[in-house]
């Protein structure tokens, strides 16, 4: 069957570790059509606009899409065409992997923990304002409606990877009534899940925890401030941001990026370490059902990193992007 697949370069090093992922899959063998769509501050300069209409469009007739990152300025400037993006594909659920892999030199082994982040709401919902000159509020969302469905999304990916436990991340002793209510519904799904342990932890101490004992953790679930921090802090305990994926999932949508941003310091120089796009694009293909070249990629990227000869610079190596693509694609 050939698949009718988007992609989004995005900006930075995007276009880079797009071309690296597409070049990567087509070797795989699979069958895919692939159409481009413009997103970020490359869009914005083009078209006038950050997220064209046009680009939603595609996204949504596409059987799923493979983004690459997209620039937001800090303070000034349009608002994150990735918050958007999942806001308006109703993209709820952030699923993101962090596990140990051998080869990459880092501070911790047997890691294997999953972060699911609330997509669409918390203190991204966008809803910011001025009360007074010197005083900005953001307005912090948390519904019973977004909660439970992330809650049922985390228990149901907990299940499907026959996982053990799912922990619900929250501040609720301080923000009583929004994490309160996170973790009422987190615990109202867990009832629905009696093969699933269920427990809570509070989101500090669990950073902490996490750099003390990650291996303590499986399925973790949060809302979204949190999650985007504890996604990177994974990412950290597993070898850093070149190497772990990252999709955006909704019902019957999907959008496959990594966890890593645009990395303006190696953009353009053709060093960047392509590994993150090319899991985000397994994790794209088992979403499609795609499990054979799914598991070639994925066996072929580790066995370049184990051998450790075409590393990129963020793990210690020389090799540049092009060398790892072609070490990737010699395994295949
Ligand atoms: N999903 C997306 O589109 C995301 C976009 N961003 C955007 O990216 C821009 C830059 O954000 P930063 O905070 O600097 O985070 P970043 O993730 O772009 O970079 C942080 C550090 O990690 C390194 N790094 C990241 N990806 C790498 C890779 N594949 N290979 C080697 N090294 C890599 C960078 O060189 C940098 O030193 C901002 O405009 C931000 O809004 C940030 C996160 C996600
Ligand atoms: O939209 C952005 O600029 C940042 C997004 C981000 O940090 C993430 O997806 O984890
Ligand atoms: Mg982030």
């Known amino acids: 069957m050939t698949r009718q697949l988007a992609m989004i370069p995005g900006d930075g090093i995007g276009p880079e570790v797009v071309a690296a992922a597409i070049e990567i899959i087509e070797a795989s063998g699979v069958k895919a059509t692939w159409t481009e769509l413009h997103a970020g501050r490359a869009a914005h300069e083009k078209f006038g606009d950050p997220l064209p209409e046009a680009t939603l469009e595609g996204v949504r007739a596409a059987d799923a899409t493979l983004k690459g990152p997209t620039a937001t300025a800090k303070g000034i400037g349009f608002r994150s065409v990735n918050v958007a993006l999942r806001q308006k594909l109703v993209l709820y659920a952030n699923y993101r992997p962090a596990k140990t892999m051998p080869g990459i030199l880092s501070r911790y082994e047997d890691v294997d923990l999953i972060v699911v982040r609330e997509n669409t709401e918390g203190l991204y919902s966008g809803l910011e304002h ?123 949508i999907a959008v496959f990026e990594a966890v890593h941003g645009t990395a303006p310091d190696i953009a353009g120089k053709g060093i960047a370490n392509p590994t993150a796009l090319v899991l985000s694009g397994v994790l794209m293909l088992r979403y499609l059902g795609e499990e054979g070249p799914a598991d070639a990629i994925e066996q072929a990227v580790r066995s370049v990193i184990l051998a450790g000869e075409t590393l990129t610079g963020d793990l210690g190596g020389k090799a540049d992007t092009a060398q790892f693509v072609a070490a990737v694609i010699g395994q295949l």
Do not use: W
């Open 130 to 252: 001025e009360v007074v000159d010197g005083v900005v509020e953001s307005l912090r969302i948390i519904s019973r409606k977004a909660s439970e469905r992330i809650a049922r999304f985390a228990f149901e990916t907990a299940r499907k990877q026959k996982r053990k436990r799912v922990t619900c991340v929250h501040k609720a002793n301080i923000l009583k009534l929004s994490d309160g209510l996170f973790l009422e519904c987190c615990g109202r799904v867990a009832k629905e899940f009696p093969d699933i342990e269920f427990n809570d932890s509070i989101v500090d101490a669990t950073a902490m925890q996490m750099v003390r004992n990650p291996q303590e953790y499986d399925v973790l679930v949060m809302e979204n401030l949190f999650g985007d921090i504890l996604s990177d802090l994974s990412s950290g305990l597993v070898g850093g941001l070149g190497v772990t994926p990252s999709a955006n999932i909704g019902d019957g």
